[in-house]
C-alpha cells in the first residue's frame, strides 16, 4: 500500500512522537495528593490524555474521563500541576522506538512541522530535549491559537506558513482527535499503534493507514511523478 506523495508532514507529539506519560502522571499525582486526593497513578493517565492539560487535569481531579469539576478547584489543580511540569516534562518522557530514524529518512524529501495539543511553554524544551526541535520548521502548541485539535484550524495554519494546499498534506498521530483534525482540514491522515487514544483501537477510526513505527512511513508515501 501506498499514499499520494505529500508536500507537506505534520507529526502529533505526544503519543505519535514521544512518551510523555510518565512525566504527566507523576505530575497528575502530585497534584492530587496536594489537595488530600489519592494518587491515580499511570495506567489511568495513559487513558485520560490527549486533549490538552486543562482536560487531563479536570479528568483526573473527577477520576473520571468524562468528569466535570468546580471551576475553582479545577484551577488550583491546574496552577499545582502546571508548576510541577515546568521541572518534570523531559525527566522520564522518552522518545518512541523508530521516531529519529523515521524523521532522518523524510527529512529533505518533504516540509514538516509539529502540531500539538500541549502548551508551547513546554512544547519547544521538550521537542529540544528530545533531540527532535531540529527537524520542523513550524511548530503549532495547544496555545498557539484559540482552537486546538480536534479542530482544524491548527493544521490549516501549519499549511498556509508552508504555502501548502491542504489535499498536498499529511497529519501523522496516534489520536481520535488527530483524524477529526485531518479529515475537517481535508488533510490525509496516518495514524501509529501505539499512541494514546483512550484506550481504543486507532483503526476504529478509520485513518488512511496505521503504522507501527515511524520507520514504516517513508516506504508508505508514493514517490513524484517525474
Known sequence: ????????????LDGTLVDS???LTHCVDDMLQSLGMP????????????????RLVERALADD??????PGLRERGLARFLECYRDRHAVQSRVYPGVHEGLEALRGRFSMGCVTNKPARFTAPLLRAMGLDDYFEVVVAGDTLPRKKPDPAP??????QFDVDPADALMVGD?????EAARAAGFGIVCVSYGYNHGIDIREERPDAVIDRLTQLP???APQAP
Open 1 to 12: 500500500m501506498t499514499l499520494p506523495h505529500p508536500k507537506m508532514l505534520l507529526m502529533d
Open 21 to 23: 506519560v510518565p512525566d
Open 39 to 54: 494518587p491515580c497513578g499511570e495506567d489511568k493517565v495513559r487513558l485520560w490524555v490527549g486533549n490538552g492539560v486543562e
Open 65 to 70: 474521563m468524562e468528569g466535570k469539576v468546580e
Open 155 to 160: 493544521l490549516l495554519f501549519a499549511a498556509r
Open 175 to 179: 489520536s481520535r482527535s488527530d483524524v
Open 219 to 221: 516506504d508508505l508515501l
